[in-house]
């Protein structure tokens, strides 16, 4: 099997020619659209990070900004709610917005439904950071994917809808000599 037609060998098909040869037993459907899928993610990863310095923030409080912006209006969310959605911890959460607070991004206020609960609500500061964070996210994004023609990413995006997770599948424990069942 070789790389399919298009811009000339990459470092996967480099990847995948070593363990035809090497290990070909390891190859399965899955193994080259993972490694893409991998690459592709570090590279999507790279371009966010890439930008957000020159913004003045983490990913953490991109992720915090752009949760709130992507909320609506009033742009606000419970903490557990805005943690739960971004795979934070409270802790974690509650360090991120005591900065983007002293900045002047975010504010605490009261629940209008329960005055014992805590709301985090963006600022219009903060707003105007989100937007300029999305706008520059997208567009760094974009930037990785320049070379690929629409079409392309239109029919990769339909292609990766039909294989995406739906769930995550449990680990299978490693069949080695030390811990085979006995039977």
């Known amino acids: 099997m070789?790389?399919?037609?298009?811009?000339?060998?990459?470092p996967v098909d480099a990847l995948m020619d070593?363990?035809?040869?090497?290990?070909?037993?390891?190859?399965?459907?899955?193994?080259?659209?993972?490694?893409r899928i991998t690459q592709l993610a570090g590279a999507l990863d790279e371009a966010t990070r890439g930008v957000l310095p020159?913004?003045?923030?983490?990913?953490?409080?991109?992720?915090?900004?752009?949760?709130?912006?992507?909320?609506?209006e009033p742009y606000r969310m419970q903490?557990?709610?805005?943690?739960?959605?971004?795979l934070l911890s409270s802790g974690g959460l509650s360090n991120v917005v005591n900065h983007?607070?002293?900045?002047?991004?975010?504010?605490?206020?009261?629940?209008?439904?329960?005055?014992?609960?805590?709301?985090?609500?963006?600022?219009p500061d903060g707003v105007r950071t989100a937007e300029r964070a999305v706008r520059a996210h997208a567009d760094a994004h974009e930037a990785v994917f320049a070379e690929?023609?629409?079409?392309?990413?239109?029919?990769?995006?339909?292609a990766l809808r039909e294989v995406g997770?739906?769930?995550?599948?449990?680990?299978?424990p490693l069949r080695t000599g030390r811990n085979r069942s006995r039977s």
């Open 2 to 10: 070789t790389a399919a037609p298009g811009p000339g060998p990459d």
């Open 18 to 35: 070593a363990w035809r040869t090497e290990l070909p037993d390891v190859l399965r459907p899955t193994t080259e659209l993972s490694k």
């Open 54 to 72: 020159e913004l003045g923030l983490t990913v953490a409080e991109f992720d915090i900004l752009v949760a709130l912006r992507r909320a609506g």
């Open 79 to 86: 903490p557990n709610e805005l943690a739960r959605s971004l």
């Open 100 to 123: 983007l607070t002293g900045r002047g991004l975010v504010r605490r206020e009261p629940s209008p439904d329960d005055g014992r609960a805590t709301m985090i609500r963006l600022t």
């Open 148 to 158: 690929a023609s629409p079409t392309a990413v239109q029919a990769a995006a339909r």
């Open 165 to 172: 997770i739906r769930r995550r599948p449990a680990p299978r």
